[in-house]
């Protein structure tokens, strides 16, 4: 007997596995044609089902997302927030955390550094650990080991150094990674020994773990008490994130 498609049709199509209970493999050919032929024209009739498709598949996917990098959060808390090869500007003891995963050629990364300045500059309690994660190319490979160098060489000056660095003209490089470490007194043989004796290879693979666990791909991208913060959003969204914390131990409250 050849399926009702009428009475699917006035039905909707969301009504289809209850009135079609049986598995694909027990129909015949006709009827899988026939049943086929429907839906294609149904679609065709009607292909804004399609965006609706999508949506909810998007939906489901950071859905899925977000759990995920939940969990990441719960489980890697001290190299997120305290990992040995970090340093923390702002207020080292402040009593909410913002981490930034950050690339020095990266050209949102330095239009969004002015937020964070602006951020620890007006709340003298946000501690904001830098989170170095070279993904844009042998440049940044490179700056990054003379940044490493530096933050082991002379942490004091680590914070000027990253300043310098997210402010330069042009791109950033080991050659300008190691110029800006001069004007800070920071002698190029000595970077380039401790580069050699101590390359930032576990700090890399580590930022790289982390960011693969959390479902960070770009930069900046930013850690918040338990969300993940992508892209960059601006000093009134930060703010805000980091009020709701204050209020109520979440970034989204």
């Keep these: 007997m050849a399926l009702n498609f009428k009475m699917i049709a006035s039905a909707g199509i969301a009504l289809l596995p209850a009135l079609l209970p049986l598995p694909a493999a027990a129909l015949d050919e006709a009827q899988k044609k026939e049943f086929g032929d429907f839906i294609r024209e149904y679609l065709i009739e009607n292909p804004e089902i399609m965006l609706e498709v999508q949506d909810a598949l998007q939906k489901k996917q950071e859905e899925i997302r977000s759990q995920r990098s939940a969990e990441a959060l719960s489980t890697n808390q001290d190299a997120i927030f305290k990992s040995a090869y970090d340093l923390a500007i702002g207020n080292p003891q402040g009593d909410v955390t913002v981490v930034e995963f950050f690339d020095y050629n990266c ?18 309690n946000v501690r904001y650990v830098l989170k170095e994660f070279p993904i844009l190319g042998p440049d940044s490979e490179a700056a990054h080991k003379v940044s490493d160098a530096v933050r082991k060489l002379s942490p004091d000056n680590y914070g000027a ?28 043989d000595a970077i380039r020994a401790k580069m050699s004796e101590s390359p930032n290879s ?11 666990s959390l479902g960070i791909t770009g930069t900046p991208s930013y850690v918040i008490g338990n969300e993940t913060v992508p892209g960059a959003v601006g000093k009134e969204a930060i703010e805000a994130k980091v009020a709701n914390i204050r209020a109520c131990g979440k970034a989204t409250c």
């Design 107 to 124: 050209g949102y990364c330095r239009r969004a550094h002015a937020d964070m300045e602006a951020v620890i500059e007006e709340d003298k």
């Design 161 to 188: 150094f990253f300043r310098a660095m997210m402010t330069q003209d042009g791109r950033a490089t080991e050659e300008s990674a190691i110029a800006i470490a001069g004007e800070l007194g920071i002698k190029e």
């Design 202 to 212: 576990e700090q890399v693979q580590e930022a790289y773990q982390l960011a693969t």
